[in-house]
């Protein structure tokens, strides 16, 4: 039977780093931030609800959805973005599960990655064994929004603080990984965790 694992941490945690590490080691890894794209494709019932929600000045020319409107509506307004989640979620969530079903029909024994940021405030965590969190210090997380995305001090830290925090995230933590070292001891933290993995597959097997 295939073995499903959340992965999940805020913003700048390094989440993509661990993910990739994982695929490299052998899991199948499946992004919750694509399948959220896939919500918002034309002609799927996730894009109707969306522009039923928020009015049709968030199609643009080409019949997408503008995400650049639409963040507009919700970013700042906790209503209006608990709104989006409310259409946006369950579509996601179906997805994956389709996802984790096609996965284990080809290989009964994958090991299923789900990336998904949002995975404990969605309440996914039932979908999968073990929940993995990825966390680093805020002044990390900070310098790295800085760097990669542009971001001016007061912009990364809105980012961060309107996430769950660090705290609240292992609190659901079966595997917990501190982000705020070098990538090269992040991985090292990955394998060791893969192999422990493995033998906790292993192990029921046995009995």
């Known amino acids: 039977m295939a073995t499903i694992i959340g992965l999940t ?8 780093t661990v993910a990739e590490r994982l695929r490299e080691l052998g899991a199948v890894i499946v992004e919750g931030d694509l399948l959220g794209h896939r919500v918002y494709e034309p002609g799927t019932s996730g894009f109707e609800k969306v522009v039923n929600a928020f009015g049709h000045d968030i199609v643009a020319e080409d019949g997408t959805i503008d995400r650049r409107i639409l963040g507009g509506k919700v970013f700042g307004a906790p209503e209006e973005m608990e709104r989006l989640n409310g259409v946006m979620w369950p579509a996601i969530r179906e997805l994956a599960e389709e996802e984790f079903k096609r996965i284990a029909d080809e290989d009964p024994e994958a090991i299923i990655v789900f990336e998904a940021a949002v995975m404990l405030e969605a309440g996914w965590q039932d979908l999968v064994a073990e929940v993995w969190v990825v966390t680093t210090k ?3 997380a900070i310098d790295r929004l800085k760097s990669r995305n542009g971001l001016n001090r007061e912009q990364a830290l809105a980012r961060i603080e309107s996430q769950m925090s660090n705290r609240q995230r292992n609190e659901f933590a079966d595997v917990k990984f501190d982000n705020s070292d070098t990538e090269e001891k992040l991985k090292s933290r990955v394998e060791y965790h893969w192999k422990r993995l493995l033998k906790r597959i292993a192990e029921p097997a046995k009995s």
């Open 9 to 16: 941490g805020g913003i700048a945690s390094g989440k993509s």
């Open 138 to 140: 805020q002044e990390t």
